[in-house]
């Protein structure tokens, strides 16, 4: 299969959790949220732009440090105009980035951009919680689909 986000053929981890059952690689995880993303997980700024077909609109820090729960590693950003930080995640050599579809044919520099902390973007009620809602579906979608 082939997929549409940056660096997809790249994206090797293993988790370090059990706790998502049939999430062995980011390409399942990505499968799975395909399922999962929705108005409610997008960003509220963004959020009457949101369609299933750019499902990714919206998502990438709560995605971001969702992968990094399940497969470790560190969780980066771009700068964006208007002073806000595009999350991507980087796991020992593997560096890709589950929600670059929002952007089109736009191309991100995702070379010497500043790690990103939890506690900083959760600071934030809003995205803690949609993190968190984030979080529950996966677990949801996971026991269902077994």
Known sequence: ???????????????????????????????????????????????????KENMTLGQCSITAFLVQDIFGGKVYGILRPGGNYHCYNVIGDSKFDLTSEQFGEEVLDYDNNPEQFREVHFAKEEKRLRYEYLKAKLAEYTRISR
């Open 1 to 51: 299969m082939k997929y549409n986000f940056w660096n997809w053929e790249n994206a090797y981890a293993t988790p370090i959790t059990t706790e998502y059952e049939g999430i062995n690689s980011p390409l399942d995880l990505y499968d799975a949220l395909s399922e999962i993303w929705c108005a409610e997980t997008c960003a509220p700024r963004m959020r009457d732009e949101w369609t």
